[in-house]
């Protein structure tokens, strides 16, 4: 039920082992790649039962018998025996009372309730279902019509809001590139993958970690202005986002498309970090972190004007026990000035004389009305 939209599925075993797990054995790599993608953070039943999934290491499922737990849907393995009908003791059922029909080959297995048997030799992905906190709505796509020039073969309904890829229009093609898109969609989920169309300027699709960053980024973003575009973002009619080979580089020099998937830049990679992000409209007041400590307003207003961007009207460092970084607040005379800096800076990497690495700049909306504190 689960996987069908996914694929072919050809094999199932379930098994008890630290909870409910399963294997499932697809008819092809592309299949389980594609349920890897769109099943995986996704929720069974509305605010639990969270699927984990991941790859297993067989190459193929071995299944002895159809049952409750172990079934081939190939048709190499015998149906089960099904009871004889017996006679009805008192006649037709009243009305509202019946039986549920007997599973046929081809058909849904029925939930499991005993541990299974059978070999496990293949490399389908394997689910783990866990408890988790409800999401906040996935998306309402009534909230920003969109514009008649933006509809076409990508854009469709919400599939049943189980999409993880995002549709953005209105990114000016000279200033935008797959780091830039990352730098904002970042703010509400993680980012896999940005691709930006050929066919389309100033479009890109965007596969996100989960349905739910979908919906965030969408009731956050579309509409804003920045870079003299409008924003507008809606779900696609795809459900992950496919490798087709070389797609070259945008006229700016950049890839035209970026795996984020190993990002250590997305924020939202376990339950902890999860928690410390705070979901927020764009606003003219952006809150700076993991900055070094002598950094000062002059030292970003150089940055702007690197990028020949708006200078902060008004910049608040925090006082901070910390002796490895330091943060504070920057305010803009509007939104989109604050927006467009996001995008260039976060992430900018800013030099560390007493380490290794660079630090790494990271910029979020404020809840703030102000840069000024007392």
């Avoid at 050809?10 to 099943?39: H, N, P, T, W, Y």
């Avoid at 689910?127 to 854009?155: C, I, S």
């Avoid at 919400?158 to 703010?187: A, H, Q, S, W």
């Avoid at 993680?190 to 300027?201: D, E, G, H, R």
Wanted: aromatic share 8%; with cysteine.
């Amino acid at each position: 039920m689960i996987c069908e939209p996914c694929g072919e599925v050809q094999r199932i075993v379930i098994f008890r082992k630290r909870g409910v797990q399963a294997m499932i054995e697809f008819g092809s790599i592309q299949d389980a790649q594609r349920a890897k993608a769109s099943l995986n953070g996704a929720d069974i039943y509305s605010g639990c039962c969270t699927l984990k999934i991941e790859w297993a290491k067989p190459a193929r499922l071995n299944v002895y018998k159809n049952d409750d737990e172990t079934w081939d849907y190939t048709g190499a393995v015998d149906e089960p025996n099904m009871p004889m009908q017996q006679p009805a003791l008192l006649g037709d059922a009243p009305a509202g009372f019946s039986n549920p029909p007997p599973y046929r080959t081809g058909q849904r297995m029925p939930v499991p309730a005993q541990r299974g048997r059978g070999g496990m030799r293949g490399r389908p992905p394997v689910l783990h279902a866990r408890p988790r906190r409800p999401n906040p709505p996935l998306m309402n796509t009534n909230v920003h019509q969109m514009p008649n020039e933006y509809m076409g073969e990508d854009y469709g309904p919400p599939m049943d809001g189980n999409t993880t890829v995002l549709m953005v229009y209105g990114l000016n093609p000279e200033k935008m590139t797959c780091d830039r898109v990352f730098n904002i969609l970042c703010l509400y989920g993680n980012v896999m993958k940005v691709k930006f169309l050929k066919s389309k300027p100033g479009t890109a699709m965007v596969q996100m970690g989960d349905p739910s960053a979908v919906g965030r980024a969408i009731s956050n973003l579309s509409g804003m202005k920045f870079f003299d575009e409008k924003l507008v973002l809606a779900p696609s009619k795809q459900l992950y986002l496919t490798d087709t080979g070389p797609v070259g580089d945008l006229p700016n020099g950049t890839p035209a498309q970026v795996d984020f998937g190993n990002s250590r830049n997305n924020r939202f990679q376990t339950n902890e970090q999860a928690a410390k992000n705070r979901i927020q409209n764009p606003a003219k007041v952006l809150h700076y972190y993991n900055a070094p400590l002598e950094l000062n307003e002059e030292k970003m207003k150089e940055i702007c004007q690197e990028f020949d961007l708006a200078l902060p009207v008004k910049f608040t460092p925090f006082k901070t026990r910390s002796e490895r970084s330091s943060s504070g607040l920057m305010e803009f005379d509007t939104k989109a000035q604050a927006m467009e800096v996001l995008t260039y800076i976060n992430h900018y990497k800013l030099d560390n004389p007493a380490g290794r690495f660079p630090y790494i700049l990271k910029l979020c909306f404020s809840t703030a009305s102000t840069a000024t504190r007392d």
